[in-house]
């Protein structure tokens, strides 16, 4: 993650997002499909309360399946719109349109009862930094909108990005911070790339993902690195793999940092397969 956020960061990057949604008719918050609450702002709920949302699994492409449909499943019975996507090839974002229009057909009813013209729906997309907002927005506009980088304080003119005739996007999306207080949501964050390494300790990010993998992904995690068996505790693994894959310093020690390093891009290179790290089962038990 590119931001350091502090008080006033948040402060201003909350200011910015209500700005924007006193423009739309629609939110969709974007978070990602392998960490869907981790990956949200803590305070989401609250800020875009005065506008309908729908809450978009981006990343579906590299989550369980099968946990992703859960989460589907969760939110389904939670009354709140969502989707699962892919904004890199472009999966499920027909369906966009499609269930804002629904969402909002009231809405446009009423306008239209009133005499008003029709006119697209307008959208804001809401994310946290690395959710993959930027290659939707993308995506949707099908061109390369340049970037605006995550700078809460950057103000730039609003401009609007047609996707076909009916939706309208905000080109710069609203920025939020994550729930970064919390350490496993942290872990989590970092786990899959959406947090840069050097902000939290690289070792303990992994102790987490192989503990992780052990309970969850077992097969997958001795497919990928090798291993006939896997040992109780996460410190004879983490010496297994460094020593599968030469992670070896002079004196024959285990080079800790270098096997945290690689295991960690293999997970987020989908090379143990496509991972969720969170599970409603587990968010309701928290
Ligand atoms: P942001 O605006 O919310 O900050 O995120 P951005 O679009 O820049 O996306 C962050 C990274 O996530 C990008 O990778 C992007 O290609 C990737 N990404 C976005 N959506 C999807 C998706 O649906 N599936 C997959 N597989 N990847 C997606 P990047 O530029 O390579 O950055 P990084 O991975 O090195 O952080």
Redesign the pocket.
């Known amino acids: 993650m590119t931001i350091q956020w502090f008080p006033g960061h948040m402060a201003k990057a909350r200011r910015q997002v209500t700005e924007k949604l006193k423009l739309i008719d629609i939110v969709f918050e974007?978070v990602d499909a392998r960490i869907p609450m981790s990956s949200r702002n803590p305070m989401i709920d609250e800020i875009v309360s005065s506008k309908p949302r729908i809450v978009l699994l981006?990343?579906?492409?590299?989550a369980d399946d099968a946990i992703t449909k859960q989460w589907l499943e969760f939110f389904k019975e939670k009354g709140i719109p969502a989707l699962a996507?892919?904004?890199?090839?472009g999966t499920g974002l027909k369906q966009i349109t499609a269930l804002s229009k629904v969402l909002l057909k009231e809405k446009f009813d009423k306008m239209a009862s009133k005499g008003i013209k029709p006119r697209a729906i307008r959208a804001l997309i809401i994310?946290?930094?690395?959710?993959?907002?930027?290659?939707?927005?993308?995506r949707l506009a099908k061109k390369n909108i340049t970037?605006t980088g995550?700078r809460p304080g950057v103000t730039t003119a609003q401009q609007w990005v047609k996707v076909g005739q009916e939706l309208e996007l905000l080109d710069t999306?609203g920025?939020l911070w994550p729930k970064f207080e919390d350490q496993l949501v942290g872990f989590k964050l970092a786990t899959t790339?959406a947090i840069k390494d050097a902000i939290l300790n690289l070792q303990e990010v992994t102790v987490f993902a192989l503990n992780f993998l052990k309970e969850h992904y077992p097969k997958r995690l001795m497919g990928r690195f090798h291993l006939d068996e896997l040992p109780d505790e996460v410190v004879p693994l983490f010496d297994e793999i460094g020593k599968k894959r030469g992670c070896i310093m002079p004196g024959g020690y285990i080079d800790y940092d270098k096997t945290s390093e690689l295991v960690l891009r293999e997970i987020?290179a989908d090379k143990l397969g496509r991972l969720s790290f969170e599970t409603p089962k587990q968010f309701i038990e928290q």
């Open positions: 974007l981006n990343k579906a492409d590299k996507i892919d904004a890199q090839t994310g946290i930094p690395n959710v993959g907002k930027s290659t939707l927005i993308n970037k995550d999306p920025i790339g987020r």
